[in-house]
């Protein structure tokens, strides 16, 4: 992991919005509690992840398999970017 980073998670081989939430599961300390929705991150977002520092890679095979929800994610990320200190970067 890049130490600018607090997060680094990559995209690449991902299949399935299941595979897609195991990852953010496996990489992220989520609560116990989240729902593995978009709107569910969004909340852990704007709550406990206000400072966090995110890259995706990956994101070029993810958005091919993926499609409207990585758009979505991406989106989603956005808002959140704009509404906290957080920073989330999407890597080809």
Same mark, same amino acid.
């Given at each position: +992991?890049?130490?600018?980073?607090d997060?680094?998670?990559?995209l690449?081989?991902?299949?399935?919005?299941?595979?897609? $939430?195991?990852?953010?599961?496996?990489?992220? =300390?989520? =609560?116990?509690?989240?729902?593995?929705?978009?709107?569910?991150?969004?909340? #852990?977002?704007?709550? $406990?992840?206000? @400072?966090?520092?995110?890259?995706?890679?990956?994101? #070029?095979?993810?958005?091919?398999?993926?499609?409207?929800? +990585?758009?979505? %994610? @991406? @989106? +989603?990320?956005?808002?959140? #970017?704009?509404?906290?200190?957080?920073?989330?970067? %999407?890597?080809?």
């Amino acid at each position: +992991m890049n130490d600018e980073y607090d997060y680094e998670i990559d995209l690449g081989r991902i299949y399935s919005v299941d595979e897609f $939430q195991d990852v953010l599961r496996e990489a992220l =300390p989520l =609560p116990e509690y989240y729902g593995g929705t978009l709107d569910a991150l969004y909340d #852990v977002f704007t709550d $406990q992840g206000r @400072k966090w520092s995110i890259r995706f890679t990956g994101c #070029v095979e993810a958005e091919a398999i993926l499609g409207k929800y +990585m758009r979505n %994610f @991406k @989106k +989603m990320c956005q808002r959140a #970017v704009g509404e906290t200190e957080m920073t989330v970067e %999407f890597e080809d």
